[in-house]
Structures are given as structure tokens and as C-alpha cells.
């Protein structure tokens, strides 16, 4: 069983050595434990110390290009090379290290094939009294729409099975934490959450650079996963909003209608009939959205088996294959761009 840990970092020399010496040695039920570092463009001399620390792999990109790309080049490179469980934990040292053996424990017994670390939200000093209420907000939305009931879904430490991390496929270029939940949610993963803690700030957010841009950007994630998920079942709820509106009017102009006063309320007989075919144009257009998320899940299931094919878990006929920890040899930091 091989475990790879990886730390997205952006202009983070003088916190990456504090993170790395606090990520465990070795943990029960692990043979192997490897770190990643996915240099995000950094300007500082990140690389430097993760070179000179030690670590297995390094993801560079020349430029940065925000934590989502980071995370998902990271993802990537971690199954290459034989990752059966993928911890992603933060470069500030934000997240106790000691923790991530309760992270993996629900995946090493079965249990879960996502894990969610549930930061003590009310205990933060660093965070104010309006983060504090957003941050469990926007929990509350995520579970809404994942249909979850993952308690802290802005958390960036987490564990992902092999058969979850090839699965994940992360759309927007802010952040991956809300939407991989909404998506494992609806496509029914096994999903968890443990208790973790949180050590002292080190450096303030990057995320959360203005309360509106936050609420905004989340808003906009959780709202686009939902409408690739579940398509239909928001067209047909706006629709069905116009359409009743629209009916509702047009009982108004019937009533004046029959009373004589027909003449006086043609707008409301224009009204009524504009918003009865916006809400059936919504309605066509949440049957053709449906029909594409359908089409896209298909092509998850195609990536899902070509991700297979490429890491040996299925033979060219298909067939599943032995699984192995992977190849347990201790390589060199690597370039990947």
C-alpha cells in the first residue's frame, strides 16, 4: 500500500519546510509514504527547499496557474507512479500532520473512498466572526447540492482512494474543494469526514482575499457543478417557476375578462404568454442539457477506463488486472509540466 502526499505550494519557502517535517514517517497498514510538491510558479525559492528537503516529486509549472490546475497535475502524477491512496494537505502547515493517519484510516479499512478533514471552525482564532458563518454557509450549501453531509466542505486536506483520485475531474480554475464534493455526491462515492486540527497561521489566506469575491466564487462553483449534475432538475424547477407565474397572470386577465374589463388588461395577456414560453424554452433547454451531462458522464466512464488501461489495472482486452501497491522504488524529484 503506497501513500503519496501532496502539498500545492505558491511563493512558500519560509512555511514548506515547517509542513514537511510535521508529514508522518510511516503509518499502520502503509509500506510506503512518498511527497509530492507542486511548485504553482512560484517566484521564491520553494523549489530550492523542497529539493534540498528531500522530497520524491516535484510538479513545476512556469507560470502559476491557480490551485485546481495544481491539484489535478498533482493527482496525476501521484497515480503514475503507483499512488494507492493520495493525501493533499497545505503548504502553510495549516493542517496537523500527525493527522493524515486518520484521514487514511476510513480508506485502508473500506470504509470511504474520499475523506474530508473537518477543521474546528469555531475554535479558529485567525478566523473573524463573518468567515466563520461563511465558512459553515457554504458547508451547508455544498451539502444541499451534493446531497452529502460533509461539515466543512471549503477543507483542503483530504484523502482520496486510488479508484476516487481517477475519478476526479475539477472544472473551474479557483478552487477544487467544493466541486469535487458536489460531483463525488452525485455520483454516489463513498465519502467521509474526520475531525482534524489546525495548527497556528503562518501567513493569512490567498483564497479568501475580499468576503464578496469568496461568496461569489463559491457560489458560482457549487452553482456550475449542480447545473453539470443535475441539469434537468434545475431547468425544470425555473420553468416551472416561469410557467406558474405565467398561468397565475393569465388567471388575473381572465377574471377582468369575464367581468367585462377584458380590454384594460392585454398587458397582463402579453405577460402571461411571454413568461408560459420562457418557461417551456427552459424546460426544452434542461432536456438538452440533460442529454449532454449524460453524454459527459459517458466520456468519465471512457477516461475512467483509459486512466485504467494506462496504469495497468486492466489488460488490452478489458479484463481487471492484479493490483499492486506500485513499483516501490524511491525515485528522483522529477520536472512535469
Not at 77 to 96: K, P
Amino acid at each position: 500500500m503506497k501513500l503519496i502526499i501532496q502539498i500545492p505550494c505558491y511563493n512558500e519557502a519560509e512555511t514548506l519546510e515547517i509542513a514537511l517535517n510535521a508529514l508522518p514517517k510511516q503509518i499502520n497498514g502503509v509500506d510506503e509514504i512518498e511527497y509530492l510538491v507542486i511548485n504553482d510558479g512560484s517566484s521564491d525559492d520553494t523549489e530550492k527547499v523542497a529539493l534540498e528537503w528531500g522530497v520524491n516529486y516535484i510538479v513545476h509549472f512556469k507560470r502559476n496557474l491557480g490551485l485546481a490546475k495544481g491539484f489535478l497535475a498533482g493527482i496525476d502524477l501521484a497515480l503514475r507512479h503507483g499512488a494507492d491512496i493520495i493525501v493533499n494537505t497545505d503548504a502553510d502547515n495549516q493542517y496537523c500532520g500527525t493527522d493524515i493517519e486518520k484521514l487514511v484510516r476510513p480508506i485502508l479499512d473500506r470504509e470511504a473512498d474520499i475523506v474530508i478533514g473537518e477543521r474546528p471552525i469555531d475554535e479558529i482564532e485567525e478566523f473573524s466572526w463573518i468567515k466563520k458563518k461563511l465558512q459553515r454557509f457554504g458547508s451547508y450549501v455544498v451539502r444541499v447540492a451534493s446531497r452529502t453531509d460533509i461539515p466543512d466542505a471549503p477543507s483542503g486536506f483530504r484523502a482520496y482512494s486510488r479508484k476516487a483520485a481517477m475519478r476526479v475531474n475539477v472544472h473551474n480554475e479557483y478552487t477544487y474543494t467544493l466541486e469535487t464534493i458536489v460531483q463525488a455526491g452525485r455520483n454516489k462515492m463513498a465519502i467521509t469526514s474526520v475531525p482534524v486540527h489546525t495548527n497556528p497561521e503562518l501567513r493569512k489566506s490567498r483564497l479568501m482575499n475580499s468576503v464578496f469575491g469568496y461568496v461569489k466564487k463559491s457560489m458560482l462553483t457549487i452553482l456550475r457543478a449542480v447545473l453539470m449534475y443535475k441539469p434537468l432538475q434545475v431547468f425544470t424547477l425555473l420553468g416551472s417557476l416561469a410557467i406558474m407565474a405565467g398561468v397565475a397572470i393569465g388567471v388575473r386577465f381572465l377574471f377582468f375578462f369575464f367581468q367585462g374589463n377584458g380590454n384594460g388588461h392585454i398587458q397582463s395577456l402579453i405577460l402571461a404568454t411571454m413568461m408560459i414560453i420562457i418557461g417551456s424554452q427552459t424546460f426544452v433547454t434542461g432536456l438538452q442539457a440533460d442529454i449532454i451531462s449524460a453524454n459527459r458522464k459517458l466520456l468519465e466512464d471512457v477516461q475512467y477506463r483509459v486512466k485504467k488501461l494506462e496504469m495497468g489495472l486492466l489488460d488490452p482486452d478489458g479484463r481487471p488486472v492484479t493490483e499492486t501497491g506500485g513499483s516501490g522504488d524511491q525515485m528522483c524529484p522529477e520536472e512535469y509540466e
